[in-house]
Structure formats: structure tokens, C-alpha cells
């Protein structure tokens, strides 16, 4: 590895199709405590929690996959002492002889933490103020000042934090870690005399041949046309999400089985009515309705269920995992 790359101030690693690291620079290494053979040969998701691997595999691989290239994704991953560390992670995908590999470059995330201690910091000094004599009080009135714009500094850097955690940067719609927390949320708090719920599971349509006959960025413009009608025809209560590649969820508070039948059948024919640079774009459609006995995992598997049945039976139409008991 060229020796600047190696001491770079920004951790690197270079991983196979298959997330297997190749290649790790000294910064990482050292920020991470790691030896080289802790790392090389071994797949990335091995210094990832459970809850990193889900957004690993709901936002990187598809990323990576269609677009060739991730930017700005805040993700943690395990010191050698167990505990992790925040990054932000941009990254690439190359041709080497042939093989496709992943280079990735990793940023820490510290100053979220800096802000954090010299807001204790201001504060401490607050406390020894007020012990002294009048002279004093000006000094005072600026730490006041300076605590007031580091916490404000602090809101807006976790409010931007949160907000490119739960959205999808292409569509602008929340992503799949978002729609899951809301999901389990809504089953939480589920009773049998409460208002039902439904989850709709759309997928378009031959959307690899649109890729492969007018290219990715084409295929691109169509994700996001269909997440503006989604947005157009949410409901104000509906969440409206990206679940990964061209696999979208909308979850409708307070809608019974018939109820998202008819939405979903509308959503259907406003999607195929559109127009589209590509000609007609269609979706599949599943729907699962909430019952006592669903958990967030068992929905979604109804739901996605429900839309292999409207795959299976020519596309361009709605199943509701119901269907026959209606």
C-alpha cells in the first residue's frame, strides 16, 4: 500500500463484492487498536453490531450495487475493546483485473462527543462564578452566551445526525431502519379493539431491465418518480418508505384490510397511469393487515407474501394476504 494512503488521516479499507477486507490501511488500525491479520480475510460485518448489519445490508449493498458508489453513511463499528466507534463511511466500487472490489473511506465522527465536554466544561466554569465578586458577572453573561450556541451547535449536529440515519438519500423517503422502529412501535402498541393497521409492500416491475436498457441512472429517475407519487398520495398518519433497491413499504395507521386494498388498487392505477421516460412503469403490490398475534417480523413476511402471490399471477396488481377470507 503507497505509504501516504497508509498513514492517511482518515481510516481505509478495501473489501471483495462479498465484504470480505483486502486491504486496511495504518490509521484504521491504530484507531482501532487492531493488528493487520485481526482484520484481513475476515468480512467487515464482523466488527458491526446486529442493528450496523441491517443498515449495512439495507443501504450499502444496495447502494453500492446500483449506483457503483455510498456517500456519507453513519454507521459504528467494534474497537478491539468492544466498544465502537462512529464513522462516517464513503464508498466505492472499482474493476481490479476483472474483480470487483469496494474501497472505503472512514471518517470518525468526534466532534458530536468534543461538543458534549466542553458544554460540561462551560458549565463547571458557571458553578466557579458564581463564587466570585461582582467584576465577575460580564464573564459571566459570555459563558451563558457560549453555552447557549453550543447547545444549539449540539441540537442541529444531532438533528442531522438522526435525520441522514432514517433517510434514504436517493428518494428522500424514511429507509428501512426508520419504517422498522415505526413498525414495531405501531405492533407495540396494537390492541384488539384499537385502530387496525396495514403494510403495503410495492415493488416494481422488470425494474433490471429498465436498469440494463436505459442504464442506471435512468433507472435512478424512476425510484424517484415513483417515491413522489408515493409522497403525493400518502395519507397524513401513512409512512411512505424506501425498504431497499427498487422494494418500497407504505405503512397506513388506522386501515383495515378493505380500506388497504382500495388504497393500495388506487396507488396501482396512479402508477401505471403516470408517464415515464421509460414508457409505462407498473408496480406489484402486497398488503398484510395487523392481527394480536403479528409481530414486525410476521407482517412484513405476510406482506412480502402477499406480493410474491401478485408476482406470481402476472404483476401490475394487489394481493392482500387475506385474499379468499375477505
Same mark, same amino acid.
Given at each position: 500500500?503507497?505509504?501516504?494512503?497508509?498513514?492517511?488521516?482518515?481510516?481505509?479499507?478495501?473489501?471483495?463484492?462479498?465484504?470480505?477486507?483486502?486491504?486496511?490501511?495504518?490509521?484504521?488500525?491504530?484507531?482501532?487498536? $487492531?493488528?493487520?491479520?485481526?482484520?484481513?480475510? *475476515?468480512?467487515?460485518?464482523?466488527?458491526?453490531?446486529?442493528?450496523?448489519?441491517?443498515?449495512?445490508?439495507?443501504?450499502?449493498?444496495?447502494?453500492?450495487?446500483?449506483?457503483?458508489?455510498?456517500?456519507?453513511?453513519?454507521?459504528?463499528?467494534?474497537?478491539?475493546?468492544?466498544?465502537?466507534?462512529? $464513522?462516517?463511511?464513503?464508498? @466505492?466500487?472499482?474493476?481490479?483485473?476483472?474483480?470487483?472490489?469496494?474501497?472505503?473511506?472512514?471518517?470518525?465522527?468526534?466532534?458530536?462527543?468534543?461538543?458534549?465536554?466542553?458544554?460540561?466544561?462551560?458549565? *463547571?466554569?458557571?458553578?466557579?462564578?458564581?463564587?466570585?465578586?461582582? @467584576?465577575?458577572?460580564?464573564?459571566?453573561?459570555?459563558?451563558?452566551?457560549?453555552?447557549?450556541?453550543?447547545?444549539?451547535?449540539?441540537?442541529?449536529?444531532?438533528?442531522?445526525?438522526?435525520?441522514?440515519?432514517?433517510?434514504?438519500?436517493?428518494?428522500?423517503? @424514511?429507509?428501512?431502519?426508520?419504517?422498522?422502529?415505526?413498525?414495531?412501535?405501531?405492533?407495540?402498541?396494537?390492541?384488539?379493539?384499537?385502530?387496525?393497521?396495514?403494510?403495503?409492500?410495492?415493488?416494481?416491475?422488470?425494474?433490471?431491465?429498465?436498469?440494463?436498457?436505459?442504464?442506471?441512472?435512468?433507472?435512478?429517475?424512476?425510484?424517484?418518480?415513483?417515491?413522489?407519487?408515493?409522497?403525493?398520495?400518502?395519507?397524513?398518519?401513512?409512512?411512505?418508505?424506501?425498504?431497499?433497491?427498487?422494494?418500497?413499504?407504505?405503512?397506513?395507521?388506522?386501515?383495515?384490510?378493505?380500506?388497504?386494498?382500495?388504497?393500495?388498487? +388506487?396507488?396501482?392505477?396512479?402508477?401505471?397511469?403516470?408517464?415515464?421516460?421509460?414508457?409505462?412503469?407498473?408496480?406489484?403490490?402486497?398488503?398484510?393487515?395487523?392481527?394480536?398475534?403479528?409481530?414486525?417480523?410476521?407482517?412484513?413476511?405476510?406482506?412480502?407474501?402477499?406480493?410474491?402471490?401478485?408476482?406470481?399471477?402476472?404483476? +401490475?396488481?394487489?394481493?392482500?394476504?387475506?385474499?379468499?377470507?375477505?
Amino acid at each position: 500500500m503507497d505509504e501516504r494512503l497508509n498513514n492517511a488521516p482518515c481510516g481505509y479499507i478495501s473489501i471483495t463484492q462479498q465484504g470480505y477486507i483486502t486491504k486496511v490501511n495504518q490509521t484504521f488500525l491504530d484507531w482501532m487498536e $487492531y493488528d493487520s491479520a485481526d482484520l484481513l480475510t *475476515k468480512h467487515i460485518e464482523s466488527i458491526m453490531s446486529t442493528a450496523n448489519k441491517l443498515v449495512f445490508h439495507s443501504y450499502f449493498y444496495p447502494n453500492i450495487n446500483l449506483h457503483g458508489h455510498v456517500e456519507e453513511l453513519f454507521i459504528r463499528l467494534k474497537h478491539k475493546s468492544g466498544e465502537t466507534v462512529p $464513522y462516517l463511511l464513503n464508498g @466505492r466500487r472499482f474493476d481490479q483485473a476483472g474483480v470487483e472490489m469496494i474501497d472505503c473511506i472512514l471518517v470518525q465522527m468526534r466532534k458530536r462527543i468534543e461538543y458534549e465536554q466542553e458544554l460540561r466544561s462551560a458549565k *463547571k466554569q458557571i458553578e466557579d462564578a458564581y463564587w466570585e465578586n461582582d @467584576r465577575a458577572l460580564e464573564k459571566l453573561k459570555d459563558i451563558h452566551q457560549e453555552i447557549e450556541t453550543k447547545q444549539t451547535e449540539l441540537l442541529r449536529m444531532n438533528a442531522v445526525l438522526v435525520e441522514l440515519s432514517n433517510t434514504d438519500k436517493l428518494t428522500g423517503l @424514511r429507509n428501512r431502519r426508520f419504517m422498522q422502529e415505526k413498525l414495531e412501535e405501531l405492533i407495540a402498541g396494537f390492541t384488539p379493539t384499537g385502530d387496525a393497521f396495514s403494510l403495503l409492500i410495492l415493488d416494481i416491475d422488470h425494474f433490471k431491465k429498465i436498469n440494463d436498457t436505459y442504464g442506471h441512472q435512468t433507472g435512478d429517475r424512476v425510484l424517484e418518480q415513483l417515491a413522489d407519487i408515493l409522497k403525493a398520495n400518502a395519507g397524513v398518519k401513512d409512512i411512505a418508505c424506501r425498504y431497499g433497491g427498487e422494494e418500497f413499504v407504505v405503512i397506513l395507521p388506522g386501515t383495515n384490510a378493505l380500506e388497504s386494498k382500495i388504497t393500495a388498487e +388506487n396507488l396501482r392505477r396512479t402508477i401505471a397511469s403516470s408517464i415515464w421516460e421509460t414508457g409505462c412503469v407498473t408496480v406489484s403490490i402486497g398488503i398484510a393487515t395487523c392481527t394480536p398475534a403479528d409481530s414486525a417480523e410476521s407482517i412484513l413476511k405476510n406482506a412480502d407474501r402477499a406480493l410474491y402471490a401478485s408476482k406470481e399471477s402476472g404483476r +401490475n396488481r394487489v394481493t392482500h394476504s387475506r385474499d379468499g377470507k375477505l
